[in-house]
Nanobody, 127 residues
Framework: QVQVEESGGGSVQAGGSLRLSCTVSGRVVSNHVMAWLRQIPGKERELVAAISSGGTTNYADSVKGRFTIARDNTKNLAWLQMNSLKPEDTAVYYC?????????????????????WGQGTQVTVSS
């Protein structure tokens, strides 16, 4: 059974930084796309950043230049470094994994449909 677990959420003032971590167990996901998505209450879940096994990335326009996604294929890990945080970044952040069997890498990097999800971690940015 695949388990995805996020850590690193919390509260920070505007302009601050947080680093989210994602650990996947139960399956080797070195060839999967890994992503971070977020959801604000009352709004649809949105893709924040995604990364392929080869390191190709895609970012939401709202976080470009401020957030960086990275991964370690040998350890089933991914991270999201978030700098210059803004109050509008406040949301529950989810780590998710997409199998290469269900879509192309190009589509997965731009999708909100993933196969495995974590429980989410809250990020709160105060002004």
């Amino acid at each position: 059974q695949v388990q995805v677990e996020e850590s690193g959420g919390g509260s920070v003032q505007a302009g601050g930084s947080l680093r989210l971590s994602c650990t996947v167990s139960g399956r080797v996901v070195s060839n999967h796309v890994m992503a971070w998505l977020r959801q604000i209450p009352g709004k649809e879940r949105e893709l924040v950043a995604a990364i392929s096994s080869g390191g190709t990335t895609n970012y939401a326009d709202s976080v470009k230049g401020r957030f960086t996604i990275a991964r370690d294929n040998t350890k089933n890990l991914a991270w999201l470094q978030m700098n210059s945080l803004k109050p509008e970044d406040t949301a529950v952040y989810y780590c998710a994994v997409r199998s290469p069997l269900t879509t192309t890498t190009y589509q997965a990097l731009r999708s909100t449909k993933y196969d495995y999800w974590g429980q989410g971690t809250q990020v709160t940015v105060s002004s």
